[in-house]
């Protein structure tokens, strides 16, 4: 269990945040639910990394200062299995960030379903984290 004071609220907030994803995925595939869906799944993965981070600086490394090295990180504690997907996930939030067509979104929401089962998954390993 997470010992740690910081990393319990940042738990709890990710958590939150999961919840919402996984409402909004449970949504109708219509434009506004898609739009809707993307702008919680990129709330969700920076709550992700930013734990991540906080994780491995609890264990005491502190290399972890960008998304992308706080996603290695996280591997090498053993909190995440799969590094390229996450990094598949890091691409998906940089294109919804940073520009805007439906075709675009459309790759970003199918990838927001493989997000879903792979927070779940890190939260359940963070449920465990000291």
Do not use: C
């Amino acid at each position: 269990m997470v010992v740690d004071e910081k990393l319990v609220n940042q738990l709890e907030q990710l958590k939150k945040a999961t919840a919402t994803l996984s409402e909004a995925l449970a949504l109708e595939p219509i434009r506004i639910n898609i739009d809707g869906t993307i702008q919680r799944f990129e709330y969700t993965f920076e709550l992700s990394w930013k734990m991540m981070q906080s994780a491995a600086r609890f264990k005491g490394l502190f290399e972890a200062n960008s998304p992308r090295d706080s996603i290695r990180t996280a591997a090498q504690i053993g909190l995440i299995d799969n590094v390229e997907m996450w990094f598949d996930f890091l691409d998906a939030r940089n294109k919804a960030s940073h520009l805007y067509d439906e075709p675009a979104a459309d790759l970003v929401y199918e990838t927001t379903k493989k997000f879903l089962p792979e927070i779940k998954l890190l939260i359940s390993k963070l449920e465990q984290f000291n």
